[in-house]
Structure formats: structure tokens, C-alpha cells
């Protein structure tokens, strides 16, 4: 099992940055990918980014140039650093681990964004 705990969430205006963190704890030893999804009310949870093992990173095209995802395997911490905050990314904002080889995925409890105009 893996828990995985968000937060830097909260209220920013438009423009402004935001840094959303996400703890890892557990087995997470065979984790090889990790990215962080959002939901908006009344719409479906989309993905915003991802990083593997590897390093390799990437983006959805609405946050390309605005938001960078990284991780620290030291402190099991993955990170999303949010700039040139828009209204429309107002939403919840998950962190997601998975074990694409065992099939197992994980979430966080979410953290809200909320971006004023």
C-alpha cells in the first residue's frame, strides 16, 4: 500500500504561483510512474502532468509553459510548481502514484486551487 498526502493548495489571483506538494509513504518502491490530475466542478478529472522514474516528464497542452512537475526521491516528494495562474484552473488537484507492472494505482485525498480574476 502506498499513501499519499497533498497540500499547498488555496486561494491565489490570477497570475500568481502556487506549489503543491505530495508525500509518499509506504511501499512505494515499485512505483514507476507518478503525475498529478485535476477536477473541476462538474467536469470529469483530467490529466495535468507526469513524471516517471526515468525522469521523463510530461505536460497536458493547457499547462505546458505554466507548470512544472518534479520529484524528490529523497523525501519520496512529488511537486507541481503552478505559475501564471488562470481562473480556469480553478479545481482539485490529485496526486496519483501507480504500479503500471502490478496494475496498482494510487491517489491523494486532493488539495483545491482556487484561481480569482
Known amino acids: 500500500q502506498v499513501q499519499l498526502v497533498e497540500s499547498g493548495g488555496g486561494l491565489v489571483q490570477a497570475g500568481g504561483s502556487l506549489r503543491l506538494s505530495c508525500a509518499a509513504s509506504?511501499?512505494?518502491?515499485?512505483?514507476?510512474?507518478m503525475g498529478w490530475y485535476r477536477q473541476a466542478p462538474g467536469k470529469q478529472r483530467e490529466w495535468v502532468a507526469t513524471?516517471?522514474?526515468?525522469?521523463?516528464?510530461t505536460y497536458a497542452d493547457s499547462v505546458k509553459g505554466r507548470f512544472t512537475i518534479s520529484r524528490d526521491s529523497g523525501k519520496n516528494t512529488v511537486y507541481l510548481q503552478m505559475n501564471s495562474l488562470k481562473p480556469e484552473d480553478t479545481a482539485v488537484y490529485y496526486c496519483?502514484?501507480?504500479?503500471?507492472?502490478?496494475?496498482?494505482?494510487?491517489w491523494g485525498q486532493g488539495t483545491q486551487v482556487t484561481v480569482s480574476s
Open positions: 496519483n502514484f501507480r504500479d503500471t507492472y502490478r496494475g496498482h494505482n494510487y
Open positions: 513524471i516517471l522514474v526515468s525522469g521523463s516528464i
Open positions: 509506504g511501499n512505494i518502491a515499485s512505483i514507476n510512474v
